[in-house]
């Protein structure tokens, strides 16, 4: 299961994410969520490995979540190359990933998990139409509707994070835990309402 292709598609995925999430966050508003879209495009192009564009795909029993994991861990760790570039960067990227990760902190762990259902929702949707529709439009719109929207998304919180002063993240170490296992819970339900509910079109 775990072999080179995986490991090289799911850490650029990952990568690839950042670099949105990098580009949103030296931009903001809506032009900065525009660009965001940048991340999933790229995840079609290359047909790399997302963990929100594959939770909604996969078989839901031991193998399914394994995989899963495995993916989430490259794809933190390719996002994690990308923060490096935030702490050189002199756009005051690490700044503006603090404020995300305080209102994260602030927002609460439980909401960060309500939100991140809608996440997941809206980038199944996006993967769907472009899978089986080869249709670009819902992954543009719909990026900027969950950047906009502040729902939480765990690859690009994966940039956010990695992104922090060490000193800030040592001090939040536990409330920044808390609330990323529930965006990830929640993305991974998101990702599964489509078949949960029998939405395909």
């Known amino acids: 299961m775990i072999d080179k292709s995986l490991i090289i598609k799911a850490t650029v995925a990952g990568a690839m994410i950042g670099i949105a999430g990098f580009a949103y966050l030296a931009v903001g508003g809506f032009f900065g969520a525009l660009l965001f879209s940048f991340g999933l495009i790229s995840i079609y192009l290359y047909q790399l ?46 700044d503006k990933a603090m404020a995300v990760v305080q209102q994260r902190i602030g927002c609460g762990w439980w909401q960060c998990g309500l939100l991140a259902i809608f ?42 994070i990695t992104a922090l002063p060490l000193d800030f993240l040592a ?22 309402l489509r078949r949960l509910l029998h939405l395909q079109g």
């Not at 909604?56 to 193998?63: D, I, P, R, Y």
Request: charged share 10%; hydrophobic share 55%.
């Open 119 to 160: 996440c997941g929702f809206i980038v199944d949707e996006a993967v769907y139409a472009w899978n089986s529709k080869k249709q670009m439009l819902p992954t543009i719109f719909g990026v900027c509707v969950f950047v906009l929207c502040g729902f939480c998304h765990c690859v690009a919180d994966a940039f956010y």
């Open 49 to 94: 490995k997302l963990f929100t564009g594959v939770s909604g795909n996969v078989s839901l029993g031991a193998e399914g979540f394994k995989y899963l994991a495995v993916v989430l861990l490259l794809n933190i760790i390719g996002a994690g190359i990308v923060s490096l570039a935030a702490r050189v960067s002199p756009l005051g990227i690490q």
């Open 171 to 192: 001090r939040n170490i536990w409330s920044i835990l808390a609330f990323y296992f529930c965006v990830v819970a929640g993305n991974f339900l998101g990702c599964n």
